[in-house]
């Protein structure tokens, strides 16, 4: 523990606030215990709110070596931002009372504003000004006896236990804890700003003995930069607003709370956690042909905003494991990308927009056009209603709304069964289809719309994104339409022909399956070790799913009356495959058992720590490993004393719990601490076992999406080792709840009775 004597000095606001300052960029969100004197802790908490918990032994000891700047950010004056016309902020000196009614004419959410204020006061771009040597020989001071404290106390914690007996005992004690609970966690935890300190810490441990983030690590980081998305102000926002501003803010709030299912709306793309919640689909959909009004503005308020998170998210996904090149290529081709938003209202459109502005923006100057302008391509936008139409008309130009998806027809991929000449159909290069399979009611239903899909996906490399919301029967519908487009459509090795009775007889056609892969988020084209068995279970606890944070926009902050926080997690489940492509073959790399067991020893030495590795572009498939046999991880990493755990869907199909410990490799270590939910792991682990599997139990006996009538099985189709009694697929337990409740309902009547006869003596 640092000394005492620095708590009793005398200090000018500026000295301790720089202290403060100090601390935060080296420590992060969390903070020592007593490092700070009650004063520095109450400038602490006015600037960034109380540290999410106390620093850890392991991560004071990182500290070796660094070098602090002696420069910290000056303290913010006393102003507040605006937003002019151009998009930029201004400052508002805060004597100019008359400019104090403007800032609050920029919305009517307070907490958007102050939040703005707080990142601009604390941001990389804010003036700098020297502290002082004495500030910084004090903090030096500081953190070095801290440092000393905290390795004093490991090692006792070493003498007293041997360390693999430690790791070993952890590891088990962790197998009980609840997934859930560690999702509700890192979002409790998690900041926006955080990928942003993430990386400032990056810089900071590229000195003395610390070490940046392995180039494979950076490959495989799941999810955007910055971490929270703020819908653009410019193409989705002001538009959005215009297009309300003639509506009534109170009756949008009614048709929005109506439409989707009364407070917190539960039945939008928002994931609400209530007590015997009933998981349904989405209350309005851009596909119905009845729509009000009203409704459409309740469409336009609630789902959008959250379609066009989970969308961009996806998408971001999609272009890491594809690569830049990837995009250049639709761009450049004649007439540009063709795109088909089947479920989103165009809110899939403004997200693939965004993205190719941003790749757009970041090519060479011999890559653009003439008049460098983004090419968008063809845009398709499926609206059943004529209202939705007008209103998403309002939000995109050169677009082309249809009332539906053309009916799939079998002869234009089977030739042979009607005609050898079947009539062309259009077709796309990419297809997002969020909340598209939910509202259907029966099984064959969804899988006729699935085939739709990828008949429309152009067989040169067309990609297909389903994206349902991150709830159980969410990802089981995801699950299902996957094991679909593997069983009828995509050739893998061992699976390359395909087996289908035919409907009005007892043959079996044959044929071969086409190309095509997986691009996210499995790297394993086996059987989904979380869809055990197919169709709906009830008590599901586990299940493949993925958040992405959003900066909710004025008009949606407003009909949910949220004063508490300006931002969401929207929760969804998904998968993106790729028609007429099989990087299998063409970069030749194997999945499966082999595939994992070379990931669980890790490819730390494959490739210079010193590379810039950022994207799937610089990966030589001929000497670096490919992303796409990496594991992925399914849940928030566990951070314990001396290692890390982490849950990962294998390239071999099995869900697996690695552990890292620091004894294991420093760099390994390091990344392991600073990954997060969906990261791709490339380094390996000391240690793994089976996970178990909480997939419920079957709530019908009808085949589902993924399955046969004939080869219907109510048992497990295949069970995991290690994961007996982690899940259950037959009627067993619900028979033994049926007879405990007869039970007791005839010991209560036995009660009644007893008393009706002594009342009568």
């Not at 082309?400 to 259009?426: A, V």
């Not at 390239?651 to 990954?675: H, L, M, N």
């Not at 019908?700 to 497990?716: L, Q, T, V, W």
Request: glycine fraction near 8%.
């Amino acid at each position: 523990m640092p000394p005492d004597s620095h708590l009793d000095q005398i200090k000018t606001p500026e000295q301790m606030e720089a202290v403060v300052r100090q601390a935060r960029q080296a420590f992060g969100e969390t903070l020592p215990r007593d490092f700070l004197s009650p004063h520095e802790y109450q400038i602490y908490e006015r600037l960034y709110g109380p540290p999410s918990g106390t620093t850890t032994d392991e991560d004071i000891g990182l500290l070796a070596g660094i070098e602090f700047e002696d420069h910290v950010e000056e303290a913010p004056r006393d102003v507040l931002m605006r937003e002019g016309k151009d998009g930029k902020l201004e400052e508002i000196e805060n004597e100019e009372e008359e400019d104090l009614d403007a800032v609050e004419e920029v919305g009517e959410n307070g907490e958007l504003e102050q939040d703005i204020v707080d990142d601009i006061a604390v941001g990389e771009g804010s003036p700098e000004s020297g502290i002082g040597s004495e500030n910084q020989e004090e903090f030096q001071s500081r953190v070095e006896a801290l440092r000393v404290a905290a390795a004093a106390r490991t090692a006792e914690a070493k003498a007293a236990a041997p360390q693999d007996v430690l790791e070993e005992d952890e590891v088990f004690e962790e197998m009980i804890e609840d997934s859930e609970g560690r999702e509700a966690a890192s979002t409790e935890h998690e900041t926006a700003d955080q990928e942003e300190i993430l990386e400032n810490d990056e810089q900071a441990y590229s000195g003395g003995e610390f070490v940046r983030a392995h180039p494979l690590t950076a490959v495989g980081r799941f999810g955007t930069s910055p971490s929270t998305i703020q819908l653009p102000k410019d193409t989705v926002v002001d538009p959005t607003t215009e297009l309300l501003a003639d509506a009534s803010n109170k009756h949008i709030s009614e048709a929005a709370h109506k439409a989707f299912g009364g407070k917190g709306l539960p039945n939008s793309t928002a994931t609400i956690k209530r007590p015997n919640l009933k998981q349904e689909p989405l209350g309005l959909e851009a596909s119905q042909y009845n729509m009000g009004e009203m409704e459409g503005n309740a469409f336009v308020t609630a789902i959008m905003p959250g379609a066009y998170a989970s969308v961009f998210s996806t998408l971001v996904e999609v272009r890491k494991r594809l690569g830049s090149q990837w995009l250049h290529d639709l761009m450049q081709q004649p007439g540009g990308p063709r795109i088909l938003d089947a479920g989103a209202g165009g809110a899939g459109v403004l997200a693939w927009r965004e993205i190719l502005r941003a790749e757009w923006g970041a090519a060479d100057e011999a890559e653009l056009s003439e008049d460098n302008k983004v090419p968008y391509g063809k845009s398709t936008v499926v609206t059943g209603s004529a209202v939705l139409r007008h209103k998403a008309s309002r939000l995109l130009d050169n677009t082309t709304f249809i009332p539906r998806l053309p009916d799939y027809d079998p002869s234009r991929d089977h030739p042979s069964l009607e005609s050898n000449n079947p009539q062309p159909r259009k077709q796309y290069d990419i297809i997002v289809a969020p909340h598209t399979l939910w509202s259907l009611k029966e099984d064959y239903m969804r899988k006729s719309q699935i085939q739709n899909f990828w008949s429309l996906l152009d067989p040169r490399g067309g990609v297909l994104i389903l994206i349902e919301k991150g709830v159980p029967r969410g990802f089981e519908l995801i699950a299902g339409a996957r094991e679909t487009l593997l069983k009828h459509h995509i050739s893998s090795p061992g699976s390359e022909e395909l087996t289908q009775p035919i409907e009005d007889g007892n043959e079996t056609r044959f044929g071969p399956k086409e190309k095509g892969m997986i691009i996210a988020p499995c790297t394993s084209h086996g059987k989904c070790p979380m869809y055990i068995t197919a169709g709906e279970s009830q008590r599901r606890k586990d299940f493949c799913h993925f958040s992405q944070r959003f900066i909710r926009p004025p008009y949606l902050q407003r009909i949910l009356k949220a004063r508490d926080s300006n931002h969401e997690d929207v929760r969804y489940s998904y998968v993106a495959l790729q028609r007429g492509v099989d990087q299998r073959q063409e970069q030749n790399f194997e999945q499966g058992h082999k595939g994992t067991e070379r990931a669980f020893a890790g490819y730390e030495t494959a490739v210079d720590k010193d590379a810039e590795v950022r994207n799937a572009d610089t990966i030589s498939p001929s000497t670096l490993p490919n992303p796409f046999t990496f594991p992925r991880a399914i849940l928030p990493p566990i951070k314990r004393t001396g290692h890390v755990t982490l849950d990962l869907c294998t390239p071999a199909g099995k869900i697996e719990r690695w552990t890292v410990p620091k004894s294991f490799s420093r760099q390994a270590y390091r990344d392991a601490r600073k990954s997060k939910w969906g990261d791709l792991w490339a380094l390996g682990a000391k240690t793994r076992v089976q996970r178990n599997i909480r997939v419920g139990f079957r709530k019908s006996k009808s085949p589902s999406i993924g399955e046969d009538a004939d080869a219907f099985d109510d048992g497990p189709d295949e069970e995991q080792p290690g994961s007996d009694g982690g899940f259950r697929v037959d009627d067993e337990v619900p028979k033994r709840q049926q007879k405990a409740k007869k039970a007791r309902k005839q010991k209560k009547k036995m009660r009644l009775l007893e008393n009706d006869t002594a009342e009568d003596f």
